[in-house]
């Protein structure tokens, strides 16, 4: 017995409807080509016609903003460390916001994110309605719940931790769900097979799997962060963003301290990208002076 | 046509591959056998350009493969087909689109974007799959056949690219005995029938011995026997494995031939 002697007896017939299934999704690829085509053109022209100034007469001018920024933070550039380090504890708030926000944000998304994945859910009844709640903490902007606990427990940092966080929560629950749903379920069952709880199982079979990608998604969720609760700041929040609303109004001649903040705000993302990778490098691959094994 | 010159691979301190030289001058079917972590993996990744070679020369037909950049290195892959050990199929993509990846070299990044292959392509890929006795599974997922049939997928692949030489990196080790058979019948198939080259990494010495016109043993990054499959004894083939006397070849034979119960296992059962 050859391989390659056999032959099917319907090999036409297998080749004419796999050429009418290729043609049929080949039309299906245009008529969603065309669709998504319509719906950009659809979807800019609504904007613009919505748009209270008129897009296209407004497109020139959107650079002033930025020459004027950078104008001046070139003529007295000299001044710029100054500003940074005038500024440099503000910052810290603003990113100290963000930090224990994305900490208590990825704890609580990452308990709910395994009460939510389907195959792992102690309770299966809960999986719906816990998902319309983070879909409802997703959904609800967080400067609108700042607002309102400024409201009632008045300025500072801590409102704003705690509507970055709910917000987190919401976020960081569907991604972390969506991670555990391609964990392999075998550690799992393995651990099943000896009694383990299901925390157990949880914290031996799943979480190891999938940590790197809880760790690149919380570290994203971090930087995203650090910039909500820089926003926070300019309805009363505290930290940089109150400082940046100050330099940045128009005909204050506080454009080079904007500048500074800008400069601080970009240096800090670039740090916690660069920490990202180092950190997960090594939850990936080890420690780096593992040897490299053929 | 073709020739390996001290050809090496370092991985830091590591040595994978230590001065490999060997010349071939007909398509004929070689077999590579030696122990894991000899080098066997790195020398056919290299063969392809998978692996960038540290030093040596790899020349087909007089042209060093191992200098080739760019497009230049990705027209030489196109002909220098690869299987593996666990297929390297695209999983969730039909069969038939999976064999037409072998033109890859020819099209454009925006009509594989689309999905658009001539039709002539398409109809030689299900002639190429029927002639692995697989044309029924043309429409079903790649993820949904089993490790036989996947591994036959991967041989359409790399017949859909007209290679001349087609490298097999451990291509039966994941396999039942009855589709290695199949496997490797279909690569000395294509060898005989085709007149193409095959070089195929094996972890056991029967299937090297019955299916190959030729052997070369790697034992921890040097070749240290080159060879005919009579020339290939026990002795031999103890020295390959660095084993001692105790090692005997039916125990890990996948031949269904030669799976007779030994008296001691069937005394114990």
Not at chain 1, 117 to 126: E, H, S
Not at chain 2, 113 to 132: C, G, K, T, W, Y
Not at chain 2, 140 to 164: C, F, H, Y
Not at chain 2, 206 to 218: K, N, P, S
């Amino acid at each position: 017995m050859t391989a390659t002697s056999h032959t099917n007896p319907d090999r036409a017939g297998i080749q004419d409807s796999y050429l009418a299934l290729a043609r049929s999704k080949r039309w299906m690829n245009l008529v969603l080509l065309i669709l998504f085509v319509a719906l950009l053109v659809g979807g800019f022209n609504t904007a613009g016609d919505r748009n209270a100034g008129g897009f296209w007469d407004g497109l020139p001018n959107v650079l002033d903003f930025p020459a004027d920024v950078i104008a001046e933070a070139i003529e007295r550039g000299h001044l710029l460390p100054g500003y940074m380090a005038k500024y440099l504890p503000s910052l810290i708030e603003t990113v100290n916001i963000a930090a224990a926000s994305t900490l208590l944000g990825a704890m609580i998304g990452l308990f709910l994110s395994l009460m939510v994945t389907r195959g792992l859910a102690p309770l299966p009844w809960l999986v719906g309605p816990l998902r319309r709640v983070l879909d409802l903490l997703r959904a609800v902007p967080e400067i609108v719940i700042a607002l309102v606990l400024i409201f009632m427990l008045g300025g500072g940092p801590v409102p704003a931790m705690i509507a970055i966080a709910l917000h987190t929560i919401g976020a960081l629950g569907k991604l972390f769900s969506e991670v555990n749903e391609n964990a392999s379920l075998k550690p799992v069952e393995g651990l099943a097979s000896v009694g383990a709880s299901w925390s157990q199982r949880m914290w031996l079979g799943v979480i190891p799997q999938v940590a790197p990608n809880y760790v690149s998604y919380a570290l994203l969720r971090f930087e995203i962060n650090i910039r909500a609760s820089a926003i926070l700041g300019f309805v009363g929040a505290g930290g940089i963003g109150y400082d940046l609303r100050n330099t940045m109004s128009w005909g204050q001649g506080k454009f080079d301290e904007a500048a500074a903040i800008f400069l601080l705000l970009f240096l800090t993302i670039v740090i916690v990208d660069q920490l990202s990778s180092v950190f997960r490098n090594r939850l990936t691959h080890g420690l780096p002076s593992a040897k490299v094994t053929l | 046509m073709l020739q390996l010159q001290a050809v090496t691979k370092t991985f830091g301190a590591n040595t994978a591959v230590h001065a490999a030289s060997f010349s071939v001058d007909r398509p004929m079917m070689i077999g590579i056998i030696g122990s894991s972590g000899a080098g066997k993996s790195t020398l056919l990744r290299m063969m392809n350009c998978l692996t960038p070679a540290s030093s040596g020369e790899i020349l087909v037909n007089g042209r060093d493969i191992t200098k080739l950049r760019g497009s230049e290195k990705r027209d030489w892959q196109s002909h220098c087909a690869m299987i593996f050990q666990q297929f390297n199929l695209v999983p969730r993509l039909d069969v038939v689109s999976n064999v037409l990846h072998g033109t890859l070299n020819r099209r454009s990044t925006l009509s594989t974007m689309f999905n658009i292959f001539p039709q002539d392509d398409i109809v030689h890929a299900i002639d190429i799959l029927d002639r692995l006795g697989i044309a029924e599974h043309a429409p079903k997922r790649a993820e949904a056949l089993s490790g036989g049939q996947q591994q036959r997928v991967a041989i359409a692949r790399a017949l859909m690219q007209d290679p001349t030489i087609i490298l097999a990196d451990e291509p039966i080790a994941s396999l039942d005995p009855m589709n290695a058979q199949l496997v490797m019948q279909a690569l000395r198939d294509i060898h005989e029938q085709d007149g193409r080259m095959v070089i195929a990494n094996l972890h056991t010495l029967d299937t090297a011995r019955r299916y190959c016109d030729r052997v070369i043993g790697m034992r921890q990054g040097r070749i240290v026997f080159d060879g005919t499959p009579a020339q290939l004894t026990t002795g031999v083939a103890r020295d390959i494995y660095g084993a001692d006397a105790s090692f005997s070849e039916a125990t890990t034979s996948t031949q269904i031939e030669t799976l007779e119960p030994r008296p001691k296992v069937a005394a114990a059962l």
